[in-house]
């Protein structure tokens, strides 16, 4: 008989046609085992119909590695032990899943902008202050908030661009 491939992760059935002449047959008991370097494992068949044998071998993922071992079909009837069938099962997993780790740079930090917008197009300048280098800050009184084009920028200039703005 050629190899019968199994898979490891779950239930498989086998059905075999199996024959028992004789003058006086008894009640027969079936069983299938599969032979490993250490241990031997075997599963009890059951009748499924006239002349035929089933074996549900579950799932042996925890029980066994992948691979191939010997498999033995056999039969007890009364006092007498027969192996009618030998072959070769081959456990495989039905699925295989593999990962691999990636690895990619970094982003660039974000950099934040500001703008101060006058209604005078003629004066209009744009400071951009960027937060990735440091900012020197020259002193100043509590009235002004900025400058612009050497000109001091106080809180009520901005409010009258705001009024003239609506």
């Known amino acids: 008989m050629n190899d019968v491939a199994l898979y490891l992760d779950q239930d498989n059935e086998l059905l075999f046609k199996v024959s028992i002449e004789g003058s006086k047959p008894g009640t027969p008991k079936y069983r299938l085992v599969f032979e490993g370097k250490d241990m031997s494992y075997s599963v ?8 035929e044998v089933a074996f549900t071998v579950p799932s042996m993922k925890n029980i066994i590695k992948e691979g191939n071992y010997r498999a033995n079909l056999e039969v007890m009837v009364d006092d007498r032990f027969f192996t009618p069938l030998t072959f070769n099962a081959e456990f495989e997993e039905s699925i295989r899943v593999t ?68």
């Open 44 to 51: 009890l068949g059951h009748q499924a119909s006239a002349g």
């Open 99 to 166: 990962v691999e780790s990636a690895t990619r740079p970094l982003s660039k930090k974000p950099t934040v902008s500001a703008a101060i917008m006058t209604s005078r197009p003629a004066t209009t300048k744009t400071i951009v202050e960027n937060h990735n280098k440091p900012v020197k800050r020259q002193p100043h009184d509590d009235s002004s908030i900025g400058e612009i084009d050497g000109r001091k920028v106080t809180v009520d200039d901005l409010r009258s661009l705001i009024r003239s703005r609506k």
